[in-house]
């Protein structure tokens, strides 16, 4: 049994080992504020240090190659395959996952959600080299899977320049929070996330194999060490 995912303040760990239930520490996950005043990209860089608005633009300078399209259903069915792919590659090198997405996924998430999932290609020379999505649920964000080619991610800054464009959409859909999910902390510490510690449960049904789980838990959660950066002025 899994029960996830938990803000630590809100954990209940009396409540939790009462019923044989282990915590254990995950990686935070990131969430960035936004400013209601902010209206546009160029508010948003305003409000940030001169140096990480140098470095905004450098990034933005290095990915100028790159075009972005939103698909509507049609063209999340066209590019399904290609973006699955892609997503594949960077899933495949996390350190930790508990799941595969199904080949389908993401043109029946577009299906399904509509003008609340903003599925973005991103193309180099008309081909797709990236993915990212958004979805809107009321005054919060989620920026949801994506994928990259890792090979043309160096020279063309493809997954910083995401970053930018997730937070450009957010500011666009006018919501207060984004969750940009666990990985890439420092990175996503750069742009304006805060790391918010996470908390998950476990039991095993056997309750021999349930005693070893504290031992066996260690080997699977991450440890990333990382310097968490501030933005803003």
């Given amino acids: 049994f899994l029960l996830k995912d938990f803000f630590e303040e809100k954990a209940q760990p009396g409540l939790a080992e009462s019923k ?3 915590r254990f520490n995950v990686q935070p996950t990131m969430i960035m504020s936004f400013d209601p005043k902010w209206e546009s990209y160029q508010d948003y860089l305003a409000a940030v240090k001169s140096k990480y608005r140098v470095k905004f633009k450098k990034v933005k300078k290095k990915g100028k190659a790159l075009k972005y399209v939103v698909f509507d259903e049609q063209l999340a069915r066209q590019h399904n395959s290609a973006m699955y792919s ?3 590659v960077t899933s495949d090198r996390a350190a930790f996952s508990l799941f595969t997405l199904h080949p389908e996924y993401f043109a029946e998430l577009k299906a399904s959600l509509g003008e609340d999932l903003v599925l973005t290609g991103v193309f180099l020379d008309d081909k797709l080299v990236a993915f990212f999505s958004f979805v809107k649920d009321g005054k919060n964000g989620d920026a949801h899977f994506l994928g990259y080619d890792i090979s043309l991610n160096s020279r ?15 500011i666009e859909n006018r919501v207060e929070k984004m969750n940009l999910s666990r990985t890439a902390l420092e ?3 750069s742009v304006g996330a805060v790391a918010y510690p996470m908390q998950v449960y476990f039991k095993h049904a056997n309750p021999l194999i349930n005693q070893l789980v504290p031992m066996v838990l260690g080997f699977f959660v991450p440890k990333e060490d990382w310097l968490p950066r501030s933005p803003f002025k």
Avoid at 156 to 170: C, D, R, S
């Fill in 20 to 22: 044989g239930l282990y």
């Fill in 156 to 170: 063309h800054q493809i997954y910083f320049n995401i970053l930018l464009q997730l937070v450009e959409i957010a």
């Fill in 187 to 189: 990175i996503k510490s």
């Fill in 86 to 88: 892609l997503y594949k």
